[in-house]
């Protein structure tokens, strides 16, 4: 079996930046508490440690000093990738092309680019949400945190207009990385001319990826970065070869606008008005209430999720199994990290240490349902198949690394704060 067929794909116009949401008091006042929780959690960051006060703070200064921040960031990315021998001429060309029209974030300590990519994806839902007639009566201010969680964290705070969405801090570019070690360990097939193909033969993926230390060495090294270092980017930079960036694009993009898709559903169902608040006391005596919501109510926004997911990615001219496996390839990329943080934490594996959300099995299985309804039976069978064919790549992959974790745990190696709460 191969795959380069699902490659035949239009490069769909890019939409306009949105615009810049309204600075009414209402959000002016969420915006402050958003600001006031990642403060509160600055001196932690894992970039503190890793590049300094300063780099921290030319992140903070976004909303002074704009395109100069990010001219500065991007140099930066291109020194430390041109020090691991990388030609960056065409990747830095493309950064440029993307932030050419980034949003400024509506706090001072959000990453320009990361909120970017958040901002565009959040704008695409909303689309697909109006044109399905769902209306969003509080709408999600969204922003990043180290919140110890690897779905989106929901916090209501007293304001009539808005609710405040924090993603895991590093969660996207950790699904960026880890989407790249997926793409790879499918080997490369001669296809015809201008087609990138792949084999999916269990045997040719096996033999690829025992055969291949470097993949490994890769999985292992963002895994490690951000599990040890909290950081995903802590893991040492490479370019991968130009055939395996359409497949890791795809997956990326999958997960990325399943979880904002997510996080839109609890807003439209109105599951955010309820749950089980956890009050958290931060800063000068404010509280929030962190919400944990009941397994039903999860599942639901999953298939908001995957309806937004799948609405998205179809506008790009692909086939529908390619896209929907990275729905699942979360759930197993979500698995990994749990795993790891456990061995290094416990010295064994165990469930449910990071999240209160379902267990991956039956989130996988809900998606399942939502699929077959949505494409028959027949055609859900094909993208059921190469989903289980990924998930059977991440866990071989993890099977023959998760030695060295148990290896890190003998010689006293913690995950990073962040996974601790």
Not at 90 to 104: F, H
Not at 131 to 137: E, F, L, R, S, Y
Not at 377 to 403: F, Y
């Amino acid at each position: 079996m191969v795959f380069g067929k699902f490659f035949r794909r239009s490069q769909p116009t890019s939409p306009p930046p949105p615009p810049e949401p309204p600075r009414d008091a209402d959000y002016l006042a969420a915006v402050a508490v958003m600001e006031a929780l990642q403060e509160h959690k600055r001196a932690s960051h894992p970039l503190m440690k890793l590049v300094g006060e300063e780099a921290m703070l030319s992140r903070e200064s976004f909303n002074r000093d704009g395109s100069i921040v990010l001219d500065k960031m991007i140099e930066e990315m291109m020194v430390k990738y041109k020090e691991a021998g990388l030609d960056t001429g065409e990747l830095e060309a493309r950064l440029r092309a993307e932030v050419a029209n980034v949003p400024k974030p509506p706090s001072r300590f959000e990453h320009p680019i990361n909120y970017a990519i958040i901002a565009k994806i959040a704008d695409t839902a909303e689309a697909i949400l109006r044109g399905k007639n769902m209306p969003i009566a509080k709408r999600p201010i969204f922003g990043t945190l180290q919140t110890g969680r690897l779905n989106g964290m929901a916090v209501r705070i007293k304001n009539d207009k808005y609710y405040l969405i924090f993603i895991e801090d590093g969660l996207f570019g950790f699904a960026n990385l880890f989407s790249k070690c997926i793409a790879q360990a499918f080997p490369p097939k001669d296809g015809r001319e201008g087609e990138t193909t792949f084999s999916t033969d269990d045997d040719d993926v096996t033999l690829n990826i025992v055969s291949n230390d470097e993949l490994l060495e890769r999985f292992f090294d963002v895994i490690q970065a951000y599990v040890v270092a909290g950081y995903p980017h802590a893991a040492r930079p490479y370019i991968p070869h130009p055939r395996y960036a359409g497949l890791a694009s795809i997956l990326t993009d999958t997960m990325e606008h399943f979880i904002i898709g997510h996080e839109y559903g609890h807003c439209v169902l109105g599951h955010l008005e309820g749950g089980s608040p956890q009050k958290a006391a931060f800063g000068d005596g404010q509280e929030v209430d962190l919400l944990s919501l009941p397994w039903k109510q999860e599942l639901e926004a999953d298939y908001m999720g995957f309806m937004v997911a799948m609405e998205a990615m179809d506008r790009q001219n692909l086939h529908f199994s390619l896209y929907y496996c990275g729905m699942e390839a979360l759930f197993a990329t979500m698995t990994v990290i749990e795993r790891a943080v456990s061995i290094l934490r416990f010295g064994e594996v165990r469930e449910q240490v990071l999240d209160s959300h379902p267990p991956s099995d039956i989130r996988r299985m809900g998606l399942r349902m939502h699929l077959e309804k949505a494409v028959g039976e027949e055609g859900s069978a094909g993208a059921a198949e190469l989903a289980n064919k990924v998930t059977a790549i991440i866990e071989m992959m993890w099977v023959l690394t998760e030695p060295r974790f148990q290896e890190m745990r003998e010689q006293g190696v913690q995950p990073h704060e962040n996974w601790l709460h």
